[in-house]
Each structure stands twice: as structure tokens, then as C-alpha cells.
């Protein structure tokens, strides 16, 4: 697979790039600068963060996909049933297999993320709905002076093979709430793969526990001025099993999260505690 990626990080295409977010009474017509990152030129280690439950028929098509620029593998394990950690220490020996302090796939994300060494964090699932070989295209952003990229199936050169119907539309339905209060411009929100750098974790100040972490994270960046960029992705079918999404009250989540987050809110408190 192939992507075509803008040579300039200065003036990228606009298919890439969320506008910067104003903070809460500044003038309308007054953007908030954006970040710039500092080093460019320097070759930055690699940790990418993988949550799983009972993904052991998943787990090896994942890891054998997964690119030598990655210099980190932190497998967290939500307490499998299965063979799911012996699978992937079969992979790749070494490894590092974590255990998640509680539920849900937030919690396994935060664990992941504050075991990471790397300088920039790859976040990903282990059912093979995501191609690692697409990881180099996300790190390209990073390394020319974004702080934050996330995967877009909604723009040329992504897609999904595994929208339903309830998907597709609580997508649009909240991509179009967070386009309105963060006022900006992206083309896909709920997608788990995505790329930072360890530098602003602090500022991500996540605390969600389900999967309304992904759009926590999207929300916090925006908030916090970060340079964001989008990348073409393409979704795939999960490998083998059952979804532990359950599109409905995760997207309740979803919604509660970014009107709590949205600027101007009075705090960043928790305000859903989510399960697998």
C-alpha cells in the first residue's frame, strides 16, 4: 500500500491538518498558534502500545506485520483467557507484556502509554483490523514537526471493510459534533490508530477507562494547541472473533466525552468509566 504524503510539513494539504483550536475567549477571528516540535532531524526511538483480550488467533498476522522502525513492542494484557501472551512472546520474544491495572480499553491504553520508552507512541489493536505496515506513514508526520497523527478512513487513500451501518452513522454523527465545538476540520474521530510524541502525554491528560479514550485524545490535542495531522487508513475486518465494541453505549461515551472536554468546559474530570 501506497500513500502519497505532502513533502512540507509547513504547508501541508488541508486533507492533513486540523485547524488550531481557540481558546475559550479569545477573539473568533484570532486562531491559537500551533505547536512547533523542536528536533527534526534527530532519529527517534519507537514504542508502540498494543492492548489485547483474548487475541491469540490475532496476535501473530499483527506482529509479523509489525515494521523494524519500531524499536518497542508493549503488549498489555487485559487478564486473557487464552494463550494470548504466551502467542506473542512466540513472535517476538522480546516482547514487553504489561498488565492493565483495571478495565477497559482506556485503562489498557494509560498503562501502555506510561510504560512506554519510546519518543514517539504508536497506539494500535491487536485484532488485525489495522495494518502495521501503515506505521511508518504516521512516524513521516512526526519527524517534520507534528505533535499528534491519527488514521482517517474517510479520506483518499483510506476506507474501512468493516463499517456497518450503526458505525458509519455514529461516526458521522459525532465527527460532525466535534467538528462544531472544537472548530476545526477532521475527517475521522472514531479510529484507534494513531501516533504521538511521549513529550505530550501530560498534556493528553487522559483519564477515560473505555473507548472513548480515542476520542479523549483527539479532543485534549485540539484543546492543547497540539499540530495535528490526519493519514489514510485503511480499516480492515477483524481476523478472527468478536468485537468487544458495543457501538451503541460506547458512543453515548463518546458524545458525553466531548461535550465535557469541548473549550470552555469547567473541568477535564472523568465522566464515564467504560469496560471491554
Sequence with gaps: MSTTLPSDPAQPSPAYLGRPMRRAGDRATTPRPMRRAGDFATR???????????????IPWVFEQIPRCVDEVIL????????TVAVARSILPNVRSVEQSGPGKGNALRTGFA?????HI???DADGSM??????HYLHFLDNGYDFVKGSRCIAGGGSLDFTRVRSLGNRVLLAVVNRLYHTVLTDLCYGFCAFRRSFLDELCLHSAGFEIEAEMVAHALRSGLRIAEVPSLELPR??????????SDGRRVLRTLIAERPGARSAAPVAVGER
Design 44 to 58: 527517534h526511538t519507537v514504542s508502540l502500545v498494543i492492548p489485547a483480550f483474548n487475541e491469540a488467533r490475532n
Design 131 to 136: 495494518w502495521p505496515g501503515e506505521i511508518p
Design 115 to 119: 510504560a512506554a520508552t519510546g519518543d
Design 76 to 83: 498489555v494484557d487485559g487478564a486473557s483467557s487464552d494463550a
Design 122 to 124: 504508536v497506539m494500535m
Design 239 to 248: 481476523r478472527s472473533g468478536r468485537s468487544h465494541l458495543h457501538a451503541v
